[in-house]
């Protein structure tokens, strides 16, 4: 399935080390669903975990995804896994 988002925000965590993994960094992108027909959009906002490299390439863009599977943490929020295929700017 291909979703279009927009990309809002950007978050940053840093999670401590503990005695069975090392220290870590979680870099989110927050986005809004802009798939059409807007009838069929998500309603909440939906993180995406970008690789390190795709980072500064994507704020405040439009990605298209192509979207595996949406997992939500524990707190409930939705998480989209999958591969950005095309970036076009926000309109």
């Not at 399935?1 to 080390?17: D, G, K, N, Y």
């Not at 993180?47 to 995804?65: L, T």
Request: with cysteine.
């Amino acid at each position: 399935m291909r979703v279009r988002l927009l990309v809002q925000t950007q978050e940053f965590q840093s999670l401590p080390a503990s005695k069975d993994r090392p220290a870590s960094t979680s870099r989110n992108l927050v986005c809004v669903d802009m798939s059409q027909p807007a009838d069929t959009r998500m309603t909440e906002s939906i993180s995406y975990r970008p690789k390190d490299e795709e980072i500064p390439k994507h704020w405040d863009k439009a990605i298209d995804v192509n979207l595996r599977r949406i997992a939500y943490s524990k707190s409930g929020n939705a998480s989209i896994i999958g591969e950005i295929v095309e970036t076009t700017p926000a309109k």
